[in-house]
């Protein structure tokens, strides 16, 4: 089992920053990709940014050029935020891949206020 753990959500306003983290944990971990998605409501829940082990990143096109994704070791990921605009409120929530196995975080949410 993997237990996702983020953190950094909050309320900011647009052209602000924020920065999410999420650590994870367990037993022989073997994580080959960490990355960020979204969901707000009434929508359903898209892929915000992933960064694989080897450190090759995907962003989807709403986010190129604001959002950088980056891992400081093997099972922490961190999601840099900038220019945030309101259409970026969502709950935000880590994913992580080990041994082919998908885990979800609990969710964090982010809020901005135009």
């Known amino acids: 089992q993997v237990q996702l753990v983020e953190s950094g959500g909050g309320l900011v306003q647009a052209g602000g920053s924020l920065r999410l983290s999420c650590a994870a944990s367990?037993?022989?971990?073997?994580?080959?990709?960490m990355g960020w998605y979204r969901q707000a409501p009434g929508k359903e829940r898209d892929l915000v940014a992933v960064?694989?082990?080897?450190?090759?990143t995907m962003y989807a096109d709403s986010v190129k050029g604001r959002f950088t994704i980056s891992r400081d070791n093997a099972n922490t990921a961190y999601l840099q935020m900038s220019s945030l605009k309101p259409e970026d409120t969502a709950v935000y929530f880590c994913?992580?891949?080990?041994?082919?196995?998908?885990?979800w975080g609990q969710g964090t949410q982010v809020t901005v206020s135009s």
């Open positions: 994913n992580v891949v080990d041994w082919g196995v998908n885990y």
């Open positions: 367990g037993r022989m971990l073997r994580i080959s990709v």
């Open positions: 960064i694989t082990e080897g450190g090759t």
